[in-house]
């Protein structure tokens, strides 16, 4: 009867790891075939989509596409909510409402909702769950509920270059210069110069960049060194193989020792990680990026 019990529990392992395979297997079908790329729009009809351009499986709230123009090689993460417009099937003019650079990247679970006109410039990278408005909501009225009365809409820019931070809100009339660092958790209102460090809410310059002087204050940590434009995927040390020591048993001695002369069969490098690429050559790569 024990033996028994042991295969039934192994045949019920067997079947729960074969399900556990099939199941995260055809989850990553269904991503790869949800994503909207220039090529695969599926039932979305941006203004502009660019080449390169790939939003993750599941999107978001997205509408008002017609007014919408992403730019080429940006990484739209999971749950990303883009919209033009109050509400949808409104007819907002001929000009895009919201307008994504070349190399935008907006992380898992970020809103971009654009009433009026919202800009972000190319290669801004903003982190998860990043909320940036051109609409708020208006309490003029004390008696009226908020919900209620019509909100304030002012148009927003994010110049080129910028970093915005996990959880950071950027309001209606924001102005952001170029090469704007926004820490996580920050509320931005109002104009921020070039070359900025904000923080806080609300926000306010805690660093910038001098001429003369350089970062003030000071930055307290070297800058780190980046990678040569000549070193292939195969020499970047976070994408190779890096060979590791293997142990023998030594001819003298119980203990065995490590030897360093011995590598480890080498894989070869993931495409996704050549310096200074734009493109994802594998959707594994692209994944791994927009569901991090």
Known sequence: MPKNRNAFSSLAAWRRRALSRAVHRGWRWVQESGAVTADRPGALRFGRIGAGTRLAFPQGTVFGERWIELGSHCVIGEQVTLTAGLMPDLDLGPDPILTLGDGVVLGRGSHVVAD???????????????????????YDDPHEPVGRQWPRMEPVAIGPGCWIGTGAVIL???????????????????????????????????????P???????????????????????????????????VRPPADGPHPVASSTVPTRARPAPAACTPRSRSFSTPRAARALTTG
Do not use: F, M
């Open 212 to 246: 003369e002087k350089g970062w003030q204050p000071p930055l307290r940590t070297p800058a780190p060194v980046p990678i040569p434009a000549d070193v292939t995927p195969e020499r970047c040390w976070p994408c190779r193989n890096r060979a590791r020591p293997r």
């Open 172 to 210: 209606p009339g924001a102005t952001l210069g170029r090469n704007v660092v926004v820490a996580a958790g920050a509320v931005v209102r109002g104009e921020v110069p070039d070359h900025a460090v904000v923080a806080g809410a609300p926000a306010r310059v805690v660093r910038s960049w001098d």
């Open 116 to 138: 009026t006109a919202v800009t972000i410039g190319p290669d801004t990278y903003c982190g998860p769950y990043v909320y940036i408005t051109s609409t708020n909501h208006s």
